[in-house]
């Protein structure tokens, strides 16, 4: 099991870089000294509003829509 969290850390900061975050503590640390980029608080933008949609918006579904047939 380390082996597998030490490889896919290194394999993360190979693949994207030093500067992009490894896992949610790293970014959530990185958010906090204000070192995300413009990009990476878009996604975070995006990805809460997704959410936010399927959890607190209307159901959109076809089985659940009254105007689907």
Same mark, same amino acid.
């Given at each position: 099991? $380390?082996? !597998?969290?030490?490889? !896919?850390?290194?394999?993360? =900061?190979?693949? @994207? &870089?030093? /500067?992009?975050?490894?896992?949610?503590? $790293?970014? %959530? %640390?990185?958010? @906090?000294? &204000? +070192?995300?980029?413009?990009?990476?608080?878009? @996604? *975070? @933008? $995006?990805?809460? /509003?997704? !959410? *936010? #949609? =399927?959890?607190?918006? &209307?159901? $959109? /579904?076809?089985? +659940? #829509? #009254?105007?689907? !047939?």
């Amino acid at each position: 099991m $380390t082996v !597998y969290i030490v490889g !896919y850390n290194v394999g993360v =900061r190979w693949w @994207k &870089g030093p /500067d992009h975050p490894i896992n949610r503590f $790293t970014w %959530r %640390r990185m958010e @906090k000294e &204000g +070192s995300l980029s413009e990009e990476m608080l878009q @996604k *975070k @933008k $995006t990805v809460l /509003d997704y !959410y *936010k #949609s =399927r959890f607190f918006g &209307g159901w $959109t /579904d076809p089985f +659940s #829509s #009254s105007d689907a !047939y």
